[in-house]
């Protein structure tokens, strides 16, 4: 099976701009799987994520299945803004946090800091 | 390349090749987090000293800004503007591009009600909107705000 993409890539190969965006991409996902157990160990069956999308912009993605079986997703998107943070959740309008709020994502955001760096740094010489 | 940057699930990993994609991208990770973390500690501050009442114009200003940003990236123009201006409780004016017949004298175009406005610093400067771009976030934001 994986010799089909490998095939492929040797038929169409990648540009540089391309190879970028894959390993920011992945870069992202990694993070989001190390930002998933800031929030404790993760329950069986349920997919989290946390992450910091860009300078302003964090994220909290969660996937899970009820007792029937059904399939929920949501994704709570945070913007950070010189006058608040505001949070939409699957594309409902943006709300306000409260300061509770605020606090708790603030302790997130520190702790997934920690976390990633400390598997990065060990990993780059001289940062 | 796989290997090397699958960092998060191994415990001895290579050090990143000084220059790679993957040295460069996480310092830059780094970097976006530390700048992350320090505007979330600055609005949780700024949040401290605000009154609720600021911040519900705030949630306001918030919106129209996003009504702005979707209105310019995904264009879906018609359809956007004219439910940003359905909230704000405001007759729909016509969109620009039918409001003026392509070849048309300048002189013969019909005014827009829409009429310039001076755009809060906030806006230009955060999102380095075009000019044209910026008149629409500030005419959101007037209608948002007469709601």
Redesign the interface.
């Known amino acids: 099976m994986t010799f089909f993409p490998k095939l492929l890539s040797v038929v169409t190969p990648k540009t540089a701009e391309e190879?970028?965006n894959d390993?920011?991409r992945?870069?992202?996902q990694?993070?989001a799987?190390?930002g998933g157990k800031v929030f404790g160990p993760i329950p069986e069956g349920i997919r989290r994520e946390f992450f910091?999308l860009?300078?302003?912009?964090?994220v909290w993605h969660e996937e899970w299945k009820d007792e029937t079986g059904k399939q929920h997703i949501r994704t709570t998107r945070y913007?950070?803004?010189?006058?608040?943070?505001?949070k939409a959740q699957n594309d409902q309008?943006?709300?306000?946090?409260t300061?509770q709020e605020?606090?708790n994502?603030?302790a997130a955001?520190?702790r997934?800091?920690e976390m990633?760096?400390a598997?990065?740094?060990p990993?780059?010489?001289?940062? | 390349m796989n290997k090397i940057f699958n960092i998060f699930g191994k415990s001895n990993i290579e050090l990143f090749p000084q220059g790679s994609n993957e040295d460069i991208i996480s310092r830059l990770r780094l970097n976006k987090i530390a700048i992350g973390v320090d505007d979330l500690s600055r609005a949780l501050n700024a949040m401290g000293k605000e009154d609720p009442a600021k911040t519900l114009q705030n949630v306001k200003a918030a919106e129209a800004f996003q009504g702005a940003v979707r209105f310019i990236q995904d264009g879906e123009r018609k359809a956007t503007v004219a439910g940003a201006l359905a909230r704000a409780e405001v007759v729909p004016v016509p969109a620009m591009s039918n409001a003026i017949p392509k070849n048309a004298p300048q002189s013969s175009a019909p005014e827009s009600t829409i009429q310039p406005q001076p755009v809060p610093a906030e806006i230009t400067t955060e999102a380095n909107l075009t000019e044209a771009q910026a008149n629409v976030a500030a005419a959101l934001l007037k209608a948002e705000q007469k709601k």
């Open positions: 190879k970028w390993a920011y992945r870069a992202i990694e993070e799987k190390v910091c860009d300078e302003r912009t964090w913007d950070v803004r010189p006058h608040g943070i505001f309008p943006y709300q306000p946090l300061y605020a606090s994502l603030f955001a520190k997934y800091q990633v760096r598997e990065l740094i990993l780059l010489q001289g940062a």
